[in-house]
Structures are given as structure tokens and as C-alpha cells.
């Protein structure tokens, strides 16, 4: 995802966490690159002379571990795609090969360049960790964000040569939206294109140059390290949030899986407002109602016909419109999807279109048909999960604002009829402040991320 540069009030303004004390993902400092003696200090790249068995025996009983899902967006069990490595790595040809997913190219999340850009040695431990469980000589943190690369490669180069079992390769990914679904990422390590594949075979099959390939997002490897250090007994059972919209600035937090939506409110906007939506899961949940008892969990979301996602919030005050906020993303998924099959593109391109309309409708097509339809016929095609997430869309504007609908079909809508053409989803972009060199503050080791409640 290519974005011009935007205004500073799209730019992360804080991390807060529900802990007390700075032993979660966000770490001590915010916003400072965390350095491998002070992440050693806190219990960071322990010993790893058990064997491969007895180091996945050691993930699965960790507390948290056995329930952590992937943090990429499609939820998988990471314990589950771990083993099925390992059982593929018996009678491959090849050792297996771990990638660090740092791509994110979703543009209302920043948790993975976060942790890149200010907990690299976090996330280096999780992949160690993983790479030494599976016996994996080779490993790749996939990143296209240039200084979260840049923090990477620095602590790549404080950490030596302390772990001579894998070798680690960083690699600049490209910087599209696609370019982090995970077949893409195995196509672009093994051929330098990063475009998504036809499935079977999954990557835990086939993987980079033949061999067995986890891919697991970056904050899924952070809870693996955190699984392994002292205090880390919540790891897993934590995620984090980036929330935007509503008129404040973006905020990312940490937050127990399961957080009540009404809570997270209270912290971000001083109140419970019953009349606020949210594009929820970032551009693949769907616009559904705040609803204060929302369980934010991947389960409690699904429940609602939505999806949790990659963890991303942007809160939306009336008079905002869902049907131009879902235009907006599928918009999007028109200019960016990976541009291969046919059906794809010409879908996003006509829904997107539609949906535009729908501010100023015309006597045909016929709308109340076609809309349906879409979301109906969509689900499981194309190489990509990109007519999946439009399915998704409009699954959750028919189900959740119907009478919305009605009235654009009938009568139009003077908000969308007025909305900016280009490009559309520019208001839906969340960024991170630009970095300005090493912190020589000697006081950096002090700070600690804000608590919920305690501003």
C-alpha cells in the first residue's frame, strides 16, 4: 500500500496498556528502539539447548499458548500451523524455513511496524524461538516499512553471532496490500513477486524454494517471546488494538482478549455513545454498530457477523454514512488488489461503483438485488482473500444498516453524493510519527507506556 504523505492527525499519537507495569508487548519505552542489553535485562533470548520436541512441548504448555491465534487477520491457531511444519518437516526434502510477517500492509493498523520499529529483539526472540523448535537453519523477517526494516537490521547486528543455529535474513518486502497474505510472501521470497497463489498447496506444504514455510505475523512471534520470559504468563491472551476516528487521534493499545467494545469507549472517547459505528477488523470487518457489550475477541466479533481482524478500530460519528465508508474500502480493494484474476478486479471495480451510485441512484440496475447477490456469490474466490473481505462488507452493511441501504436506494444520499472520488480511503490511513534517530535521553529506560485510566 502506497499512501501520500498525510496530515499529522492520521499519525499514532500514544500506546496505552491495560497492564499496570510495562511487562507487556508494548514495552517500557514507547516510541524508543528497545536495545538487546535492555531487552536481555528483562529476561529476553533465554537459553534454547532443548530439543526441537521438547521446545513445542514447552510452547503448548505455556499458559495462553494453546488458545493464541494468528494476529495477521485470519485467526488461525499458531500452535496448530507450528506442528504442521514440524510433521511436514519429517519426510521433506528440505529444513524448514520461518518467515517473521511484518508486511501490514492493512492502512488502520500499526501494531506490526511498532513492534518492528521499537521491539525488534520481541519479535527476533519469537522467531528464534519458533526457528529452534522446528530445527530451521533459515529464517526471514518480511518488512516493508523502511525504518521498522532499519530497527531490525541493527538488531540483527547487536545480537551477533549468539545464535548460530539460524540464520536470519531480512528481506524489504514490496509495499502493497497484498503483499502480506501468506502465499504471497512465499512467492515473493522464493521469486521477488508478491502476489498470492492458488491454494493447495499451503505453504506449510510448499514453501519457499520447496521447503515447509510457517509464516506467522509479527505480534504473534512477540507473544511467543513473551511466552518464555518472566511475567509472561498473560502472553497470548492479550492483543493489540490500533483505534482510530471519532475526531482523535489514533491510539494503539494492549488489551485482554474479550475486552468489553463499551470500556475501550470509555478509555478512548470519555464515553459510551450509542449512535457511533466502527469499521471494525480494519478494511476485511465491516461497519457494524459500537455496541458497548462487544466481546473483543475474534469468536465475539464473528458472533456479530464481523471480523476482529488484525485488531484495528476506526470509530465512526454521525453523520458519517456505512455505505460510504464501505464504498471507501472497497474502493480501495479496486486500486489495490493484486491485480491477477479476472473476477476479482472486475468485482471490486463494479461494487465499488455501485456503491458510489447509491448517493444518486438511477432507476437500474436493481440494487436490492444485486447487493445480496454480491455477498452471497463472492465468499471463497480468487487466489486472494480480497473478494472474501468485500463479501464481508456487504454482509455487514445489508445485516446491520438495512434501512440505510433502503433509503440511498430509494432516495440517494447527499453525504455520498458529495464525497471526495480520489482517492476515496484517504481518510482511513493510520501512520506512524517519522523517526528521529536514537533516543539519548538517558531517562528512556524509565518510561512506560500510559496505563488505561491513569492519564
Known sequence: ?????????????????WRGDDSGLLGPAPFVRETHDAYARIGGYPARDAGAADLLDRLAAAPGMPALRGRGGA????????????RGAVTAPSPPVVVANGAEGEPLSVKDRYLMRYRPHLVLDGLLTVAAALGAPEAYVYVADAAARAAVETALAELGDSNPATQVHVFAAQDTYVAGEETAVVRALTTGIARPTDKPPRPF??????????????????????????????????FLATVSGAGRPPILYELPTGFPLGDLLREHLGRQDSSLDVLIGGFFGGVIPAWPDLELSHPGVARRGAGLGCGSLHLLEQPACPVAITADVIAFYA????????????SSTAIAAALAELGDPRPAPNYAALLPRWAAQLRGRGACAVPDAIAVLLRALLRHHPQTVSRHIATGCDRCRRVESDPRWAHLVVTLPEPTGEPTDPRAAELVPTVMGAR
Open 1 to 17: 500500500m502506497v499512501v501520500d504523505p498525510l496530515s499529522s492527525r492520521f499519525a499514532l499519537h500514544e500506546v496505552r496498556s
Open 75 to 86: 485467526a488461525f491457531s499458531a500452535l496448530t500451523k507450528i506442528r504442521a511444519v514440524a
Open 205 to 238: 506444504q510448499v514453501g519457499v524454494r520447496g521447503a515447509p514455510t510457517l509464516v506467522l505475523n509479527v505480534e504473534t512471534l512477540a507473544c511467543i517471546a513473551r511466552a518464555g520470559q518472566p511475567g509472561g504468563q498473560e502472553a497470548g491472551a492479550t
Open 335 to 346: 486500486k489495490h488488489n493484486a491485480g491477477q484474476c479476472g473476477m476479482c478486479m472486475a
